[in-house]
């Protein structure tokens, strides 16, 4: 599975990563607040040197295990961040997404729009049939960014992972290509919208 590259959104470019981008890897990557909730501690610049090497090449899908990262960008260049879409298993045709913004592009949106792009690629080009995203239960940026996409929150797993330096909990979010079926055809939603401004 390799997608037509660069991706472009309403806003946004989605595209391969390249060595220049190291400084704007290192300035999100190297802040605690941002890596809170992700699974590493914050990187000095030769850590962030090799997770470049390795995400120069993670532009394609061939089987359980591979990564697509893809820098996220405004159309003059500017980084925005980056979004991932992890193949967890050809046997059940599942993926995982992840995504980051750098605190200077929070608040906007970028971040439902960049991982939209990827939720349609792995449903509409690389035959999905479910996509999961995993949360710290703390991070509710990241929970209302799901929510935003239409993806159903399905487990709240108590306790279940000692990270850095703690037991926390983690939240399952999905949705199945039905779902996402569905959801293609209906009318726009307010992007703006809350879940519990709808209810
Ligand atoms: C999780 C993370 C990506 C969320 O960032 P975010 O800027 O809140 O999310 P978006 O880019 O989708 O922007 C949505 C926000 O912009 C607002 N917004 C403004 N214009 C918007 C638009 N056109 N469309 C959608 N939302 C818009 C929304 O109201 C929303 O704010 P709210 O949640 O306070 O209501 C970000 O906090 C982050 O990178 N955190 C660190 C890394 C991390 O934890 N990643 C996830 C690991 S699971």
Redesign the pocket.
Known sequence: MRPDLPIRTE?LLLRPYRDTDIDDLHA?QSRA??????PFAPRDRRAVAAQIRRKLTATQLAADGDTLELAVTLPDGAYV?EVLLFYRSAEHRGFEL??????D???????????RAVLRLAFESFDAHRVY????AR????A??LE?LGMRREAHLVSDEFVKGEWTDTLVYAMLENEWAAGATAPPVN??S?PSDRE
Do not use: C, F, K
């Open positions: 806003r999100w607040d941002v890596t809170r909730y992700v961040g992840g995504y980051i913004v750098h605190p592009h929070t608040g906007n949106g970028y971040g439902t729009e960049a991982a995203a995993r949360l710290d991070n509710d940026p990241s209302r960014l935003r992007e703006r809350r």
